[in-house]
């Protein structure tokens, strides 16, 4: 019980390689142990090894069949793999364990959203924050699986939401932030981490990345007709100019099956 409290405590705070140890050194000791073999699967599922999560979640599950958690993990996967119909059997089994979980509620309210029922979705939310009207995890959720999904500036707006509900969400801030490093948006993208990261400052994630705001800071930036790329001018001298050269390829092979320019 200490090491997978241990392994909790790590994980909340986005340290994913101590958690894991943690889980593991629990393994050591009783090899079918329900909430470290489900600490193990969220570490895999953070890691984007779904196939390995979902194995854990069901050898969790031998154990403990009532195990809500790895149910709604097992759901998540689902949902990312795009088996609609599985991830809601899923959370409905979760919701007959524990009608009160919010997550599972949360997941479901993922799961409408990517099917594009906006009804449903909006019910649910109504559903979730009947309970708890502070429930930022709830937005949170749909972010992350929007997130997972490829689906930007879905995942942004549900973040929005979350930090309309709670401004201090040092998760919320944090994915908000990432998302905003990804479209270059760096200005606006550092100062959602450096927020994210007075709150929390033991979020690994976010801390390698204000430290590669730093690093970039220094970067040169370079141009041309379709792209805009940085440097490191010190190390990478000579990049630009073959990054220039391959990039222009690139995009016309893939510009070119698509039939846009």
């Given at each position: 019980?200490?090491?997978?409290?241990?392994?909790d405590?790590?994980?909340?705070?986005?340290?994913?390689?101590?958690?894991?140890?943690?889980?593991?050194?629990?393994?050591?000791?009783?090899?079918?142990?329900p909430?470290?073999?489900?600490?193990?699967?969220?570490?895999?599922?953070?890691?984007?090894?779904?196939?390995?999560?979902?194995?854990?979640?069901?050898?969790?599950?031998?154990?403990?069949?009532?195990?809500?958690?790895?149910?709604?993990?097992?759901a998540?996967?689902?949902?990312?793999?795009?088996?609609?119909?599985?991830?809601?059997?899923?959370?409905?089994?979760?919701?007959?364990?524990?009608t009160n979980?919010l997550?599972?509620?949360?997941?479901?309210?993922?799961?409408?959203?990517?099917?594009?029922?906006?009804?449903?979705?909006?019910?649910?939310?109504?559903?979730?924050?009947?309970?708890?009207?502070?429930?930022?995890?709830?937005?949170?959720?749909?972010?992350?699986?929007?997130?997972?999904?490829?689906?930007?500036?879905?995942?942004?707006?549900?973040?929005?939401?979350a930090?309309?509900?709670?401004?201090d969400?040092?998760?919320?801030?944090?994915?908000?932030?990432?998302?905003?490093?990804?479209?270059?948006?760096?200005?606006?993208?550092?100062?959602?981490?450096?927020?994210?990261?007075?709150?929390?400052?033991?979020?690994?994630?976010?801390?390698?990345s204000?430290?590669?705001?730093?690093k970039?800071?220094?970067?040169?930036?370079?141009?041309?007709?379709?792209?805009?790329?940085?440097?490191?001018?010190?190390?990478?001298?000579v990049?630009?100019?073959?990054?220039?050269?391959?990039?222009?390829?690139?995009?016309?092979?893939?510009?070119?099956?698509?039939?846009s320019?």
């Amino acid at each position: 019980e200490a090491f997978v409290a241990a392994g909790d405590l790590f994980h909340s705070k986005q340290q994913i390689s101590d958690a894991w140890q943690e889980y593991r050194d629990a393994l050591k000791i009783n090899p079918a142990s329900p909430e470290a073999l489900l600490g193990c699967a969220s570490c895999q599922f953070h890691n984007g090894e779904f196939a390995q999560a979902e194995q854990s979640c069901l050898s969790a599950l031998e154990t403990n069949p009532s195990l809500v958690a790895a149910h709604e993990l097992l759901a998540a996967i689902d949902l990312v793999d795009e088996r609609y119909e599985q991830a809601r059997e899923k959370l409905g089994t979760a919701l007959k364990i524990n009608t009160n979980s919010l997550d599972s509620r949360a997941l479901l309210a993922s799961l409408h959203f990517l099917e594009n029922d906006q009804e449903k979705f909006e019910q649910e939310c109504r559903r979730v924050l009947a309970v708890d009207p502070k429930c930022s995890g709830l937005y949170e959720t749909v972010g992350q699986v929007c997130t997972l999904k490829r689906r930007m500036e879905d995942a942004k707006a549900m973040f929005e939401k979350a930090l309309e509900i709670d401004p201090d969400s040092s998760d919320a801030l944090a994915e908000l932030g990432l998302l905003y490093l990804r479209d270059a948006q760096y200005e606006k993208g550092r100062e959602m981490l450096t927020k994210s990261f007075r709150i929390n400052n033991f979020n690994v994630r976010v801390y390698n990345s204000l430290e590669l705001c730093d690093k970039m800071a220094t970067f040169q930036t370079h141009k041309t007709d379709h792209f805009v790329f940085k440097v490191d001018a010190e190390n990478d001298p000579v990049l630009a100019h073959y990054a220039t050269i391959e990039l222009e390829k690139i995009r016309e092979e893939v510009c070119s099956r698509f039939n846009s320019y």
